[in-house]
C-alpha cells in the first residue's frame, strides 16, 4: 500500500485553501444547522425529545445525577441537557425572567421552547463539531483539499443537519466516534501513548452517549494490532487503552454499576422486534432501504456511486484508510442492517465516512486527469464538487422548509379555526400550541389513559410517572392504552397522528387497530393532513369530530 496523491501538494497553496474556505464552510454548516432549529416549537414533534428533556429536567429537581434511564445509555447527553437547562435558568434568575426557581419551572411546562432551543442549539454545535472534525481527519488522511471537501460535503448533508436540530444522542456520539477515529490514525501512523490512551477515552465516552458508538473501537483496534504484526511491541497501550474505554464509560456513567437493575430493565425495553412504520426485512433489504432512502436522500445516487469504491480505492491504496476508516465503517453499517428495526438516524454516525469518501474520489480522479491533461484539468475537482454539492444543497432546502410546515401544526391551526372555545381536543402528539387556545387537550398516557394535558403540565409531570404509564410500549398512543381505558379519551375532537402507521400493516397491528376504531367508532373525519413532498412533512394526521365511545 502506498500513501494516495492527495499528499503530494503545494504547502503553500494548502495554507491558503485554509485559510479562504474552512471559515466559509464552517459558517455554512452552522447557518444551515441553526436555521429553523426552532420548528414546531412550542409544539414538541419529536415523541422523544420531549423525554429526554424531562429526564434531564428531573435531574435538577430531584438533584441527583442519576439519569433513572439507560436504555442509549444516553447519560452525557442527559448530564449536557441539565446543564443548559441549568443555564438558562441561572441567566434567567440573573436578569429577572424569572423570581425564582418555581416561577422557572412553570414557564418551563407552559412554553418548553424556553428551554428546548437552548438544548437544540447545543446539538447544533456538536454538528458543527463534527463537520470541523471531518475535516481533520481528511487533512490527517491526506493534506486540506481532501479536508475541505469532504467538510464542506458534510456541511450540506440534509440528513445530518436535520439530526444536528433535534435533541438526541447521535450528534454527540458522533463527536466522541470522530475524535476516537482521529486518535486511531495517530495510532497507526505513530503509535504514540497518548493516542492509545485518548481513544480509550473516546471509546468509552461514545458508549456512554449511545451503546452502539463503542462499535468504533475496532478503529484503533485494528491499528495497533497491525502495528504489534509488523514488530512493533505496543500490547501493553492497546490493553491500556481497553482499560481507559472501560473506565471512562463508568466514571461518566457512573449509575450503569450503581443502578444495574434499571439498566437491565431499560435494555430489554429497548431490544424490540417491530415498530410502526419502522420494522426492517433482513439484512439486504435493509441495507437497500439505507441506501435509497436516507443516504440518496442526503448525498445523491452520484454521492453514493463516489463514496463506495472512493472508500475501497483509498482502502488499498493507504494502509490508514485500510486500518481505520474502512473497519469502523464496515462494522456500523453491518450492525446497523443486521437489526429488526430501521432508523434514518442510525446512519448519522457514518455520513462523515461517506463525505470521507466522495471527496477522495474527487481529489483521486482530479489527480489522475491532470497527470493526464496537466494543468488544464486542475478544476475538475472544484468543479466536480460543486456539482454535487448543488442538489445536497437544494435537499437541505427542501428538508428545512418540510420540516417547518409539519402536518401536526397545520391540523393544530385546523382546531384553532374550527373548535368552538371550551372544547375538548384528543391529541396524540405534544399539542402544546394548543394548550392556551381555550381547548382542553386529552392525551393517552398508556395505564393512566386520557389524562388532562394542562393538568399534568401545571403538576410538572416526571419522567418517571411517563415511563412507569407507558409501560415499555414502543409509543404513547390510543394503540398502547388498555381497552378498559378507553373511555376515558371521550372529547369533542381528535387529532390522530399515529392511526395510519397501523393502517399501512393490518396484520402485524390488528390490536392496536383495534383500539383506534373503538374510539373512532361515531367520528367523522374532518381532514385528512398528508405531508406534501417540497412543502410539508410528519405523519399522516387525522382530524375527527368525535361521536361517543362505544363502552
Not at 109 to 119: E, K, Q, R, T
Not at 463 to 490: F, Q
Request: hydrophobic residues 50%; proline residues 6%.
Amino acid at each position: 500500500m502506498t500513501e494516495p496523491p492527495a499528499k503530494h501538494r503545494n504547502p503553500a497553496s494548502n495554507g491558503w485553501a485554509e485559510f479562504a474556505f474552512l471559515p466559509l464552510i464552517m459558517l455554512a454548516a452552522a447557518g444551515l444547522r441553526i436555521h429553523g432549529a426552532d420548528f414546531g416549537l412550542p409544539a414538541l414533534n419529536d415523541p422523544d425529545e420531549p423525554l429526554f428533556m424531562m429526564m434531564a429536567f428531573d435531574m435538577l429537581r430531584n438533584q441527583s445525577l442519576n439519569p433513572g434511564w439507560f436504555g442509549h445509555p444516553g447519560t452525557i447527553t442527559l448530564y449536557s441537557l441539565a446543564l443548559v437547562c441549568l443555564a438558562v435558568g441561572g441567566f434567567g434568575l440573573l436578569t429577572g425572567r424569572f423570581a425564582g426557581i418555581e416561577d422557572f419551572a412553570t414557564a418551563v411546562y407552559a412554553d418548553p421552547g424556553i428551554v428546548f432551543l437552548p438544548a437544540r442549539l447545543f446539538i447544533v454545535a456538536c454538528g458543527v463539531a463534527c463537520v470541523f472534525l471531518t475535516y481533520r481527519i481528511g487533512t490527517r488522511l491526506g493534506d486540506k483539499r481532501l479536508g475541505l471537501a469532504a467538510a464542506a460535503l458534510l456541511a450540506v448533508n440534509a440528513v445530518h443537519i436535520e439530526y444536528s436540530q433535534i435533541i438526541r444522542t447521535d450528534m454527540q456520539a458522533s463527536v466522541f466516534m470522530l475524535l476516537c477515529t482521529l486518535c486511531a490514525i495517530g495510532i497507526a501512523r505513530d503509535g504514540k501513548r497518548r493516542d492509545y490512551i485518548l481513544a480509550g477515552v473516546f471509546v468509552g465516552l461514545a458508549a456512554a452517549t449511545k451503546w452502539p458508538a463503542a462499535l468504533i473501537a475496532i478503529s484503533p483496534g485494528i491499528a495497533s494490532l497491525w502495528r504489534i504484526s509488523h514488530g512493533r511491541k505496543e500490547l501493553r497501550w492497546l490493553v491500556a487503552s481497553g482499560l481507559c474505554a472501560v473506565a471512562a464509560l463508568f466514571i461518566a456513567s457512573p449509575y450503569l454499576l450503581l443502578d444495574y437493575q434499571t439498566v437491565l430493565r431499560d435494555l430489554a425495553g429497548e431490544a424490540r422486534p417491530i415498530h410502526p412504520s419502522a420494522t426492517g426485512n433482513g439484512f439486504l433489504a435493509n441495507l437497500a432501504w439505507y441506501a435509497s432512502n436516507p443516504l440518496a436522500h442526503s448525498i445523491g445516487i452520484a454521492g453514493l456511486v463516489l463514496a463506495v469504491p472512493g472508500l475501497v480505492w483509498a482502502s488499498f491504496r493507504d494502509r490508514t484508510w485500510a486500518t481505520v476508516i474502512l473497519p469502523g465503517f464496515l462494522l456500523f453499517l453491518i450492525v446497523i442492517c443486521a437489526q429488526k428495526l430501521l432508523w434514518a438516524r442510525w446512519i448519522v454516525p457514518l455520513l462523515p465516512f461517506f463525505a470521507l469518501g466522495m471527496a477522495y474520489a474527487l481529489c483521486a480522479l482530479g489527480d489522475c486527469l491532470r497527470s493526464l491533461a496537466g494543468n488544464k484539468a486542475r478544476f475538475f475537482a472544484p468543479f466536480a464538487l460543486i456539482l454535487l454539492m448543488l442538489p445536497m444543497i437544494q435537499a437541505s432546502r427542501v428538508a428545512a422548509t418540510e420540516r417547518t410546515n409539519d402536518t401536526r401544526q397545520i391540523a393544530s391551526a385546523w382546531i384553532r379555526g374550527h373548535a368552538p372555545a371550551g372544547s375538548t381536543v384528543l391529541v396524540e402528539d405534544a399539542a402544546i400550541d394548543l394548550l392556551h387556545d381555550g381547548t382542553r387537550l386529552l392525551f393517552p398516557l398508556g395505564a393512566e389513559g386520557c389524562i388532562d394535558a394542562k393538568r399534568i403540565l401545571t403538576g410538572r409531570i416526571k419522567y418517571s410517572r411517563v415511563e412507569t404509564a407507558r409501560s415499555s410500549s414502543p409509543i404513547v398512543d390510543l394503540g398502547h392504552m388498555d381497552m378498559s381505558l378507553l373511555p376515558s379519551c371521550r372529547a369533542d375532537y381528535a387529532v390522530l397522528t399515529h392511526y395510519e402507521r397501523y393502517r399501512a400493516d393490518p396484520a402485524q397491528f390488528a390490536e392496536e387497530l383495534r383500539r383506534y376504531r373503538e374510539v373512532m367508532g361515531n367520528a367523522r373525519i374532518e381532514a385528512v393532513i398528508r405531508p406534501e413532498p417540497g412543502k410539508s412533512s410528519g405523519p399522516v394526521v387525522h382530524v375527527l369530530t368525535m361521536g361517543q365511545t362505544r363502552q
